[in-house]
């Protein structure tokens, strides 16, 4: 990819999960947050291009200095070899390998045949609700559904039956990229398109915004999302993991 292009990625990252606070640094973005989402809380370089190793002790002191422990989320290039080896040498770990894919807004909203999401410019209780249900980690969903909240400009999809929303995403706009987060479908409603009502919405709600270009991140080992993210036209850009101590 362009490097521009790797650099607005990463900062509508960023952007869509709002973090408590932010600094950037030698080309370096550093988000810093208390909630359970890695992309708020690791470092991350604005450029897939050969790092100073120096960079791992310049990051580490100002996470210190926020009371945090360092972690870096790195794209699996060749270019950050000699990153990596410092991060080993220095007792990091890798973890949680995570796909970056890229798409388009016209494509992603065929991928459901069926009524699209409804979309609205704030949560309300039932879409909440979905996120702290049953069959989610409570203190992750409620961390989740603080920083999706605090988004500027989101969008959030919600699909509904008898009042209760049983399928939910949200998209973000920065950077002249719509970006899909918060994907959730209720475990006993899963297997009936639901989620591809919920992004056929946000794609709606992306187009009806004038933007066409969209990204998403998803674990590499989630193969039903893949499956829906190829069946949306998304293809991979980048993979990347985290690094950090073990505890």
Sequence with gaps: ???ADVASIE????????????????????????GTIGRAKSAVPLRHAVVDEAMVGKIEARYQAHGMPAVFRLA???????????LVRCGYVPEKPTLVQIGSARRMRQV???????????????WTALF??????????????????????????????????VAAGAT???????????MRTAPAKRGRGLAGR??????GAAIHCGMERVFLQVEAG????????????FEPAWAYQYWRRPA
């Design 132 to 165: 702290l249900g049953e069959g989610f980690d409570p203190v992750d969903g409620a961390s989740r559904l603080q920083t999706l909240s605090r988004a500027r400009g989101s969008v959030y999809a919600s699909v509904r039956e008898n009042g209760a929303v």
């Design 76 to 86: 699996t290039e060749s270019c950050f070899d000699g990153l990596r080896l410092e």
């Design 1 to 3: 990819m362009l490097s």
């Design 198 to 203: 919920a992004m056929a919405g946000l794609a």
């Design 172 to 182: 973000a706009f920065s950077q002249g990229w719509a970006s899909v987060h918060g």
């Design 11 to 34: 900062r509508a990252t960023v952007a869509a999960v709002s973090p408590e606070s932010l600094e950037e640094s030698d080309g370096w973005l550093l988000p810093f947050d208390s």
């Design 222 to 233: 989630n193969a039903a999302a893949n499956a829906l993210y190829r069946r949306a036209g």
């Design 112 to 126: 459901s045949s069926q009524t699209p999401a409804e979309t609205a410019e704030a949560p309300d209780a039932a």
